[in-house]
């Protein structure tokens, strides 16, 4: 396998599942980070099978919304002076905001502007599904 060298401070987000960390280095918007970011596709895992995985050497304001919304199962490392100082696992948001948009043309968050904060509830976590606050239609952040 390709070796990548350790990072001396920032993220790694490991067990992203596999063909996933495409989608989150866009959503998490990694190509304006001025700093190295490292993406692997498809390396093997002993408990995935295969697996995703992205280093970002930076301070990193994460997204935490975002990355549980796309990627649930990560893992998240955070490294200090080459050393893993923290590691936790994600979960799937239960509310999200700010995110989100509701599919249903209807809806009166497609129709009112003064509407400023639209929430959507966790509907169906193997899904990754989401309910309206306002029409109950149920969305995911690929739609
Ligand atoms: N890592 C890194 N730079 C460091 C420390 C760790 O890039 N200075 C990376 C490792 O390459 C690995 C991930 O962070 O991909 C997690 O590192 P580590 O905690 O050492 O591995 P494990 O404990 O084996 O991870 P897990 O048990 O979560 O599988």
Known sequence: MINVSKIKRGIVLDHIEAGTAQILYKALRLDEVQDTVVMMQNIDSSKMGKKDLIKIETDYDLDF??????????T?????DGER???FKMEMPEVV??????????????SERSIKSHKFYLYNK???E?????????????E
């Open 97 to 110: 905001e700010g995110v989100l948009h509701c599919k249903n043309p209807r809806c009166i968050s497609n």
């Open 85 to 87: 100082v923290k590691k």
């Open 65 to 74: 919304t975002v990355l549980g919304l796309i990627a649930p199962y990560t």
């Open 126 to 128: 193997d899904k990754k």
């Open 76 to 80: 998240v490392n955070f490294v200090r």
């Open 130 to 142: 989401y309910r309206c606050e306002y029409c109950d239609t149920v969305t995911t952040y690929e």
